[in-house]
């Protein structure tokens, strides 16, 4: 991987995990000093990411990372309603056996909330990959990575996060899938993604770092 996606990947990865948060002012050379570069691939990198609506650029004064407004939050749940039951129903029309008997990795569960991150964007991830359609995986791991940073931004602020019930939806999904029942896994992850939205949504509105309005 060339140096300039090594520091894009890098810099990319700590906007999502609120490492540098919502509302964080940012430098160049403060950003080369901690990811050991020059200057150049630093603000390639920052360039990337303002085209994808993660940072702003302030003439003069360097750059800042999005506030998340709570019109692009919906927006980008109500695309992964979409776009996920698609991927899922690729799945099951085109996967070989292997591909779905691989999903029982995710059928249990141990660890602390920022292991459930983890799992959970492992799962989701690993139904976007299972379709089969490289576009559309791509697509949605990019939402999924992107509904990460609105999961850290309002976990102090969440009601009804329970590991153990979103663990079981998985598990029903992914014996559906096996099952190779389309409407049954449809009806399942349309109701997760759609139950994601009413736990998250609410408790970014609680959350100071969040704006009514739409991203920069």
Same mark, same amino acid.
């Given at each position: 991987?060339?140096?300039?996606? %090594?520091?894009?990947?890098?810099?990319?990865?700590? !906007?999502?995990? $609120?490492? @540098?948060? /919502?509302?964080?002012?940012?430098?160049?050379?403060?950003?080369?000093?901690?990811?050991?570069?020059?200057?150049?691939?630093?603000?390639?990198?920052?360039?990337? @990411?303002?085209?994808?609506?993660?940072?702003?650029?302030?003439?003069?004064?360097?750059?800042?990372?999005?506030?998340?407004?709570?019109?692009?939050?919906?927006?980008?749940?109500?695309?992964?309603?979409?776009?996920? /039951?698609? $991927?899922?129903?690729?799945? !099951?029309?085109?996967? %070989?056996?292997?591909?779905?008997?691989?999903?029982?990795?995710?059928?249990?569960?141990?660890?602390?909330?920022?292991?459930? !991150?983890?799992? %959970?964007?492992?799962?989701?991830?690993?139904?976007?990959?299972?379709?089969?359609?490289?576009?559309?995986?791509?697509?949605? $791991?990019?939402?999924?990575?992107?509904?990460?940073?609105?999961?850290?931004?309002?976990?102090? %602020?969440?009601?009804?996060?329970?590991?153990?019930?979103?663990?079981?939806?998985?598990?029903?999904?992914?014996?559906?899938?096996?099952?190779?029942?389309?409407?049954?896994?449809?009806?399942?992850?349309?109701?997760?993604?759609?139950?994601?939205?009413?736990?998250?949504? /609410?408790?970014?509105?609680?959350?100071?770092?969040?704006?009514?309005?739409?991203?920069?």
């Amino acid at each position: 991987m060339l140096l300039r996606d %090594n520091v894009y990947e890098s810099l990319r990865s700590d !906007i999502l995990t $609120c490492r @540098l948060a /919502p509302g964080d002012d940012m430098r160049e050379q403060d950003l080369a000093e901690r990811y050991a570069v020059s200057r150049q691939p630093v603000r390639e990198a920052l360039l990337r @990411l303002e085209r994808e609506h993660l940072v702003t650029v302030q003439p003069r004064q360097g750059y800042r990372v999005n506030p998340i407004s709570l019109a692009d939050a919906r927006d980008l749940l109500r695309f992964r309603l979409v776009l996920e /039951p698609a $991927c899922v129903a690729e799945a !099951i029309e085109n996967a %070989n056996d292997d591909v779905l008997k691989a999903l029982d990795e995710f059928r249990l569960f141990a660890g602390d909330h920022e292991d459930f !991150i983890a799992y %959970n964007r492992g799962f989701h991830s690993a139904l976007a990959h299972a379709s089969g359609n490289r576009r559309m995986a791509a697509s949605l $791991c990019d939402l999924i990575g992107q509904a990460d940073r609105l999961v850290r931004v309002s976990v102090a %602020n969440v009601k009804g996060h329970d590991p153990a019930q979103l663990v079981a939806e998985h598990v029903a999904l992914i014996e559906a899938m096996q099952r190779r029942d389309a409407r049954t896994a449809a009806r399942i992850i349309k109701a997760h993604v759609a139950q994601t939205e009413k736990r998250v949504l /609410p408790a970014l509105k609680r959350n100071a770092v969040i704006v009514e309005g739409r991203d920069p």
